[in-house]
C-alpha cells in the first residue's frame, strides 16, 4: 500500500494475506483454460491512522468492469425482495412521490430502480457496464453508462436537476478514488437531499470470519468509524444508520449536507459507542484476524480430504466472487469439487478463475446427485436450501463453510 484511500497517511499493518489470486469476475471459456492467467496478491492492510481495511489495486476499474462483466443483480430472489422493501421504505418515510428524482450510482441492471420507476418517482441509473445497462434499459430504467463521481457529478448537475435521493447499494467499496466518489455525491446532491449507502460492515467481516468477502474489485472494508471519516471530509453528516443482514451484515448509512433539514436519530451515536466498546477504534483489534482466517482453511480442507477418502462426491452452488477468494485460498481445485453450479446463464459453459472448476447449470445437481452440496455465497444459504431441497431425497447434505464448516442435513 502506498497511501490510504481515506486520509492519505503512508504507515499500514498487515490485516489479512490470502497470497496470489486472479481476479475474482474473471471466468474462463473453455478455449482459455491453456493460457497464461494473471493473478495478483490478495492483502488487505490497515492504516494506522485512519483505521480503514483496504487493498492495493493492481488494475485498472476499465478492465474489472470491462462488457464481459458477468454479475447481473436480478437473479437473486432475495436480492430483488430486500430492493423492493427498501423502495417502500424510503417512499414511505421521506414521502418520496412523482415529483421528487431518485438517482441510483452503480445501477446495476435495474433491479432496484424498476420499484421506483413503478410506484412513479422519476428515477436514473449510472453504470459502468454497458452490457448491463443495456438490461435496465429495455426495462425502462434510464441508466447513464459511466464511472460516477466528481466530474460525472458535476456534469450531471449541470444538465438536469439535483436528486432528492442519491442511493448506492455495494459500490462505496469498489470505488477506487475514494474521496472523489463522495465528492461527487456532495456536488450532485439537492441542497434538502439525502443520502443511503449499503456495505458489508467490517463488524460483521471480522465477528463471523469473513474473508472470502476479500476480492480484487473490493477495495475498502468499513466501520461506521472509519467511513463517517470520509463523508465528514466531504461536510456531509450522517443522520441515520441501520444494520442490515444482507451480505452477511451490512450497514445502511444516511447521509446529508453538514446542516441538512434531518435530525440525527440515536442510532449513529450508539453504533459509534459500540465500535470504541469492541476496541474498532485501536489498531490492536485488528491484529487477532489473519490466524482465525487461517484456522477455517485447515478447517475446511480437514472436511474435504475426510469426505474424498470416505469416497463422496462434493459440488458447489454459486459461482460468485467470495466463493472464488474462497477456493483459491485453499487450493480447492476439481480435485475436491467436481463442479459449481449457477443460475446465471452468462457463468455456465466457463470456468471459474484459477481454480478452472467448471460452472454448470442447477439441474446437473439432479442428474450427479452428488453428497455434499458447498454453499459458496452461505449469505443466501437459505434462499440455496430451499431451492435445492431436493437432494435430500438421494441422502444429499448441504455444507457452508464460513464462519465454520458446518454440514446442514
Ligand atoms: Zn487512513
Not at 491453456?34 to 492483502?43: I, T
Not at 453528516?237 to 440515536?266: M, N
Not at 467470495?322 to 459449481?340: A, H, M, P, S
Not at 443466501?380 to 458446518?406: C, D, N, T, Y
Request: charged letters at 25%; aromatic letters at 10%.
Amino acid at each position: 500500500m502506498k497511501k490510504c484511500r481515506s486520509c492519505g497517511a503512508t504507515a499500514f499493518r498487515s490485516f489479512c494475506d490470502l497470497g496470489m489470486s486472479p481476479p475474482s469476475n474473471s471466468f474462463l471459456k473453455a478455449e482459455r483454460l491453456n493460457r497464461k492467467e494473471a493473478f495478483f496478491p490478495l492483502h488487505a492492510f490497515v492504516c494506522e491512522r485512519c483505521l480503514l481495511v483496504q487493498l492495493e489495486q493492481f488494475q485498472d476499474p476499465g478492465e474489472i468492469f470491462s462488457s464481459d462483466y458477468a454479475y447481473f443483480s436480478s437473479y437473486s430472489d432475495a436480492w430483488l425482495r430486500h430492493a423492493e422493501s427498501y423502495v417502500a421504505t424510503m417512499i414511505e418515510r421521506f414521502g418520496l412521490g412523482s415529483d421528487h428524482f431518485v438517482v441510483e450510482v452503480a445501477s446495476n441492471d435495474g433491479y432496484l430502480l424498476q420499484f421506483f420507476r413503478k410506484r412513479g418517482v422519476p428515477c436514473l441509473g449510472i453504470e459502468p457496464s454497458a452490457n448491463v445497462a443495456e438490461a435496465a434499459i429495455s426495462k425502462g430504467v434510464p441508466t447513464r453508462v459511466e464511472f460516477f463521481g466528481a466530474d460525472s457529478a458535476q456534469r450531471l448537475a449541470a444538465t438536469g436537476r439535483r436528486p432528492d435521493l442519491i442511493l448506492g447499494n455495494n459500490v462505496l467499496a469498489h470505488v477506487p478514488d475514494l474521496n472523489d466518489f463522495v465528492h461527487g455525491l456532495r456536488l450532485l446532491l439537492a441542497p434538502s437531499g439525502l443520502i443511503t449507502i449499503e456495505f458489508p460492515y467490517l463488524e460483521r467481516l471480522m465477528a463471523e470470519n469473513q474473508f472470502d468477502t476479500i476480492y480484487h474489485e473490493h477495495f475498502c472494508y468499513f466501520s461506521l468509524l472509519s467511513v463517517e471519516a470520509v463523508f465528514r471530509r466531504q461536510e456531509l453528516e450522517l443522520f441515520d444508520v441501520e444494520r442490515l443482514p444482507t451480505h452477511g451484515g451490512s450497514l445502511r448509512i444516511f447521509a446529508q449536507h453538514a446542516g441538512g433539514p434531518h435530525d440525527a436519530s440515536g442510532r449513529v451515536e450508539a453504533l459509534r459507542e459500540e465500535e470504541r466498546v469492541n476496541g474498532l477504534d485501536r489498531l490492536e483489534a485488528y491484529s487477532g484476524f489473519a490466524e482465525r482466517v487461517r484456522e477455517t482453511k485447515r478447517a475446511l480442507l480437514d472436511f474435504l480430504i475426510s469426505a474424498k477418502r470416505a469416497g463422496k462426491c462434493i459440488a458447489g452452488y454459486g459461482a460468485a466472487a467470495k466463493g472464488n477468494t474462497l477456493l483459491n485460498y485453499c487450493g480447492v481445485r476439481t480435485d475436491f469439487i467436481d463442479y459449481v453450479v449457477d443460475r446465471s446463464p452468462q457463468k455456465q459453459g466457463r470456468f471459474l478463475p484459477g481454480t478452472h472448476i467448471p460452472v454448470l447449470a442447477p439441474e446437473h445437481v439432479a442428474e450427479t446427485r452428488p453428497d455434499y452440496l458447498l454453499i459458496l455465497p452461505w449469505n443466501l444459504k437459505a434462499e440455496v436450501m430451499a431451492q435445492m431441497s431436493h437432494i435430500r431425497a438421494w441422502g444429499g447434505q448441504f455444507v457452508v463453510p464460513i464462519p465454520r464448516v458446518e454440514v446442514l442435513p
